[in-house]
């Protein structure tokens, strides 16, 4: 059964760093490209970052650009993403995702002050 786990959100204020994990287990993480989205309160979901496949690129929105990083830990089928400089705006619901298989039940990062 494939399956996505994300853990390390919370409640940071402005300027503030979290790290978001995503644990796979079911299958191996490196065979596919993966990505996260988030959604926030009233707003749409926001495709933010993702590893392609087979190539390993990698992709970021232009709203998370030079503050996030996504990476990925083959050894503990693992990817994370690290979320610098936070702002408001990022506040909202974090999901990792195999596009168009399956995502995480998601994890809640609040930024405020």
């Known amino acids: 059964q494939l399956q996505l786990v994300e853990s390390g959100g919370g409640l940071m204020e402005p300027g503030g760093s979290l790290k978001l994990s995503c644990a796979a287990s079911g299958f191996t993480l490196d065979n596919y490209a993966i990505g996260w989205f988030r959604q926030a309160p009233g707003k749409g979901r926001e495709e933010i970052s993702c590893?392609?496949?087979?190539?390993?690129?990698?992709k970021y929105a232009d709203s998370v650009e030079g503050r996030f990083t996504i990476s990925r830990d083959n050894a503990k089928n693992t990817v994370y993403l690290q979320m610098d400089s936070l702002n408001t705006e990022d506040t909202g619901v974090y999901y990792c995702?195999?596009?168009?298989?399956?995502r995480g039940q998601g994890t809640q990062v609040t930024v405020s002050s």
């Open positions: 590893i392609n496949y087979p190539d390993r690129t990698t």
């Open positions: 995702m195999i596009p168009g298989i399956t």
